[in-house]
């Protein structure tokens, strides 16, 4: 759906656009909105540049794409509904590290995320988006068949919790208490898009326990090709980020991952996310 202001620019040719045009802390118009969502639909993740948000115009505008989703794993600073992630210099941990979708422990896993760059270093902290319906339509048709039914158990065991020891490394803060419950999802390793009825693959190796009715073993081999298959180069793009820009991504059919190259850097983003629905 067009808005006859926006200017979209493709950064790549398998997924992600930048748009241009609007501001988003006054982005409340139906017309604004639904193209922004088309939008996000056609390139998986689309950026922002130039603009000027707060907790309050961050949520307002996210609120009309979805309810928010609560991430369990982080410690919140104040409103729980936005994630300050920080990046202190000589952290060996950051968020985001590793390929991945979020958080697929959970029985829902939340369909999109948006992340604003409040202190962007003078270099590093880029980003890193996949396709991964093409990730699924460039595997063979034998193996598409293999795993039209199989499932994948996911524990967030590695990344949370009282033994993972974590925060020792991070500026951000994870829930490392012995109070912490871990959760545990199940979901189809080829996942249908809920909007666009597309296939796209959907293997976070990081939280992979194994896929489901196979051991450990069994399972590593097959994982591990489908996880370095699902971000071949042609399959991504790479954002550099400033002050002000903010990336919008579709956590069904896209993974991320962040790189920690920012040097004697402080950094500061600040994310929310929406709900999403179970995987089908």
């Known amino acids: 759906m067009a808005h006859p202001n926006l200017q979209v ?7 992600g656009a930048e748009i241009r045009g609007i501001d988003l802390a006054r982005a409340q118009a ?16 689309i950026f922002f540049r130039d603009q000027t948000l707060n907790d309050t115009t961050l949520k307002a505008f996210a609120s009309r794409f ?10 919140p600073e104040g409103d729980p509904d936005v994630i300050v992630i920080r990046r202190a210099p000589g952290d060996k941990k950051i968020v985001g590290e590793g390929w991945h979708s979020d958080t697929p422990a959970t029985p829902a896993p939340p369909m999109a995320s948006l992340l ?18 093409l990730a699924y339509e460039t595997l063979s048709p034998g ?26 490394q991070s500026a951000t803060k994870l829930r490392e208490d012995a109070g912490f419950a871990h959760s545990q999802g199940v979901h189809p390793v080829v996942r249908t898009h809920p909007e666009t009825g597309r296939k796209a693959l959907y293997v976070v190796r990081p939280l992979m326990l194994h896929f489901d009715g196979m051991t450990k073993a069994e399972s590593d081999g097959l994982a591990d090709y489908l996880y370095e298959h699902s971000h071949r180069p042609e399959l991504t793009c790479r954002f550099r980020w400033e002050n002000g820009s903010l990336a919008f991504w579709d956590n069904r059919c896209v993974q991320h991952a962040a790189l920690n190259d920012t040097g004697p850097f402080h950094r500061i983003m600040r994310r929310v996310q929406l709900n999403g629905d179970v995987p089908a």
């Open 9 to 15: 620019e493709r950064v790549a040719g398998a997924i």
């Open 30 to 45: 139906d017309a604004a909105i639904a193209a922004i969502r088309g939008l996000l639909l056609e390139h998986g993740v």
């Open 66 to 75: 979805g309810t928010f989703f609560r991430h369990p794993y982080f410690v």
């Open 116 to 133: 604003y760059g409040e202190e962007i270093p003078l270099y590093g902290g880029d980003t890193l988006f996949a396709n991964q319906y």
């Open 143 to 168: 193996m598409q068949r293999m795993l039209e039914n199989m499932r994948i158990v996911y524990s967030d065991t590695r990344v949370a919790g009282a033994t993972v020891g974590r925060n020792a």
